[in-house]
């Protein structure tokens, strides 16, 4: 049997020797050779990062499967499972576990996502923002969706389970019985697709958000004040967005639902936005000012072109287009529209 020595071992051999590394001489960061021998090539080699020649490569964007937003943060699942976040961190909701994922979902104080493995796994939840909603299931799922303070999830059964809430419990925990297809969850509501194409929703009501609509659904997506969702007939409608008596305003036209065929509809605080027939992205809301200032920061301007996948936040959105790359638009205060990316022979 042949070994091979692992190339971290290379470099503690070669550092107690005192070997060269590769670059100290001319030419060794461009020369297609392993001249130090630790089984990485040229600009793969971190010696050789700081090199004039690989400082000259430029970056490409990095590629995604999906990508999913909430709050001040976005994550996306990179090619071959492994999961990458960017923009606010405050809570870790931004420092995924390592593995393979094949669904995801960001919220507020935390993230979670199902593993190629059927298991639902949850970061976050630190600094004074744990409500209990990392907490996971020890059972298969096919969904799992974040809450504010929740999170639920759909077992391999197709049976609601939800967790958290605790010291935030307004219902959105008390998932009803029955079989579901699809799992949203809002501020302090959750809402689900039964398998018969009914809507079941659980939690506060307080802007009429769990004021369900009978039809046909596929697909639901919880807000703060308001729910939409989206029909068989590929049309959307939403519903909330009524505040109480002397309360503030919570109607910022993210009601408003736009006639058309859509593919996907995802509901934040003030705006929503829906991947369209033609894989466009169309937002609607941002009106009106909270606490006394506009709560419109560009979420509701998407970019033109087609796209595959959709996530949205607070203040911000991001998409996948077709080739993989992720383009994100509103506000950036957090660096939740920037993508990493990657030198191009890296």
Known sequence: MTSR??????????TLCG??????????????????????FDCNDPDCFGAPVCAAIPETARLFDDVAAGGVTTCGIAEGGAVACWGSDEYNQASPPAGAFEQ???????????TTGGDASCWGCAAGANYGQCRQPDTPVIQVDAG????????????LVCWGCEGADQGQCDAPAGTFTDVSGGSVHSVAVGADGALACWGSDTSAQCDTTAGDWAQVSAGTWHTCALATDRSISCWGCEAEPDADPVDHGQCAAPAGEFLAVRASVHHTCALAADRSIVCWGCQGTADGASVDLGQCEPPDGEFTALGVGRWHGCARRPDG???????????????PVEPASR
């Open 5 to 14: 020595i692992a190339p971290t071992v290379w470099i503690a051999l070669l």
């Open 325 to 339: 790359t992720v383009a994100c638009w509103g506000n950036d205060y957090f660096g939740q529209l920037d993508p």
């Open 104 to 114: 995801l979902t960001v919220s507020f104080l935390h993230s979670c996502g199902v």
């Open 19 to 40: 070997c060269s590394f590769e670059g100290d001489s001319a030419g060794e960061c461009a020369d297609g050779a392993d001249n130090d021998r630790d089984g990485l």
């Open 148 to 159: 504010t303070y929740h999170s639920c999830a759909i077992g391999d059964d197709g049976a």
